[in-house]
């Protein structure tokens, strides 16, 4: 079974600067990696992913995410936010031969001018 | 249609009252996925289904919990005597195959008083 924390559960931060949002996992079986974002009253949309390959990711809406083995690490980063980025955000986990996504708890991103 | 819906997006009953919720995935989409995602919480895998066969129900808390899809299309959760900690947003999720994105709709907030 795999497992996910998400480090942050609200992360304030002012437009245009940097965010960091942390993701730990654990899993005995090789996996895949997810951030997802969630808008208010709406359904979870994929942001980017870790399947194989290089460990830099990169995502929709300027987003990317670092998958580091040894520390079982995916952050997700973005250099300069804007308002519209204020969201919930999900990492998820699953085995490479699974499909059921495990998720974290979520981090609440909110951009202030 | 363009993406996963799900209805009704919000559902209040009394405890003890059957509820049944309604997911129509992506057209084509032969996975079919339900979460449950408590407050504060992030998803949490219920049931699986491959076309019309439910493949996988491990996630479902209790027999009280009961999913279908009949025709390999629609398909409906279905909740009996429900109880407050049953409160909480039913996320629908489809993919083309099993091991493809998962495609999330805005969910049914549910709420037991």
């Known amino acids: 079974a795999q497992s996910v924390t998400q480090l942050d559960s609200q992360v304030p931060v002012f437009e245009e600067a940097p965010v960091e949002l942390r993701c730990n996992y654990s899993?005995?079986?090789?996996?895949?990696l997810f951030w997802y974002v969630q808008y208010p009253n709406q359904g979870l949309q994929l942001l980017l992913k870790y399947l194989s390959g290089s460990t830099l990711v990169k995502g929709i809406n300027g987003f990317e995410a670092e998958f580091n083995k040894s520390q079982t690490s995916f952050h997700l980063r973005k250099p300069s936010v804007h308002i519209s980025d204020t969201a919930e955000y999900f990492c998820?986990?699953?085995?490479?031969?699974?499909?059921?996504?495990?998720f974290g708890a979520g981090t609440t991103v909110t951009v202030r001018a | 249609g363009a993406g996963v819906s799900q209805s009704p997006r919000y559902k209040v009953a009394k405890r003890g009252q059957d509820v049944a919720l309604r997911c129509d995935p992506i057209?084509?989409?032969?996975?079919l996925f339900w979460y449950q995602q408590a407050l504060g919480q992030g998803p949490e895998f219920l049931t699986y289904?491959?076309?019309?066969?439910?493949?996988?129900k491990s996630g479902l808390p209790s027999d009280r919990f009961f999913a279908e899809r009949p025709e390999g299309s629609v398909s409906t959760l279905k909740i009996q005597r429900t109880q407050q900690e049953d409160s909480a947003v039913y996320l629908c999720?489809?993919?083309?195959?099993?091991?493809?994105?998962?495609?999330f709709g805005p969910g049914t907030r549910l709420t037991v008083t």
């Open positions: 289904f491959q076309n019309e066969a439910q493949l996988d």
């Open positions: 899993s005995s079986v090789s996996v895949y």
């Open positions: 998820a986990v699953r085995g490479s031969n699974d499909y059921k996504l495990s």
């Open positions: 057209s084509g989409h032969v996975s």
């Open positions: 999720a489809s993919s083309l195959g099993l091991e493809d994105e998962q495609y």
